[in-house]
């Protein structure tokens, strides 16, 4: 029950194209669209947010990153750790393009 309590509400992004939650070790709890089953992708990403979690942020070592964003040509992973989750979502990636005055 409260795997699913962790779960709840991933599947429901705006304009995600696919979602995995992971455990600290990289076990996949849930998956869905286009990352159902993602499971090599699954331990690519453990092993990015491990070595992200080593890389201080700040002077005080204890603070670790919020947010990774992995940026592709059409699209990008959204990654993020809460409650001893590793949670990613793949949305499709618009760049904005730049003011011209």
Not at 32 to 57: C, F, H
Not at 68 to 94: A, D, G, L
Not at 95 to 100: N, Y
Request: with cysteine; charged share 20%.
């Amino acid at each position: 029950m409260i795997i699913m309590a962790n779960v709840q509400g991933v599947d429901k992004i705006q304009d995600s194209l696919g979602y995995l939650v992971l455990t600290e070790e990289g076990a996949v709890i849930s998956s869905g669209g286009d990352l159902q089953n993602a499971e090599a992708l699954a331990d690519r990403l453990t092993k990015l947010v491990y070595t992200a979690s080593r890389i201080p942020v700040s002077p005080d070592r204890r603070e670790t990153f919020h947010k990774i964003s992995v940026i592709w040509e059409q699209f990008m992973y959204v990654i993020t750790v809460s409650n001893h989750r590793i949670y990613v979502c793949k949305r499709p990636y618009n760049p904005q393009d730049p003011a011209v005055a």
